[in-house]
């Protein structure tokens, strides 16, 4: 029978892969293209701003982690604080509600709290990490999506 610590990290290991800037940004780009190879401008709309708000959020957090130079728990290398993993999925979250409202809004946001759960379980960011980069990525991904639907300045 496995131990608590090995079955935890079966469970959180799959946020370890959906939240990876591969993923986040492979899947906007993706988005994106959908959109344009569809002729679906609605579609292509979403994805540009996908592609914006992860461009936004990889940078400003590997900015960030430079800057703070954080041991991580794990201690594998300095590079803890804010988690991308937590700021590109909920900066995704972000753009999917404010594009299709919260009924696209409560699973996108419950799963990049998972992801951003599986970084506490796998001992590779701390609560606060996992905070920040939630905040990044909501604060960006609101911030790309000003002018979208009713939320016009």
């Known amino acids: 029978m496995p131990r608590l610590t090995e079955t935890c990290w079966i469970i959180a290991e799959p946020g370890t892969a959906l939240g990876?800037?591969?993923?986040?940004?492979?899947?906007?780009?993706?988005?994106?293209?959908?959109?344009?190879?569809?002729?679906?401008?609605?579609?292509?709309?979403?994805?540009?701003?996908?592609?914006r708000a992860q461009i936004v959020t990889q940078t400003l957090t590997q900015a960030a982690k430079f800057a703070v130079s954080r041991t991580r728990p794990d201690g594998s290398n300095n590079r803890s604080f804010p988690s991308g993993?937590?700021?590109?999925?909920?900066?995704?979250?972000?753009v999917l509600q404010r594009h299709y409202g919260w009924k696209v809004g409560v699973p996108a946001y419950a799963v990049a709290s998972y992801i951003a759960a599986s970084r506490l379980s796998n001992a590779r960011h701390y609560l606060s990490d996992v905070i920040a980069g939630a905040a990044v990525g909501i604060l960006v991904g609101r911030t790309v999506t000003?002018?979208?639907?009713?939320?016009?300045f």
């Open 20 to 51: 990876s800037a591969a993923f986040q940004v492979g899947g906007a780009f993706a988005t994106w293209g959908f959109g344009k190879l569809f002729s679906d401008p609605g579609v292509e709309d979403l994805g540009r701003d996908l592609v």
């Open 85 to 94: 993993h937590a700021a590109g999925s909920f900066a995704t979250a972000t």
């Open 146 to 152: 000003i002018g979208v639907g009713d939320k016009r």
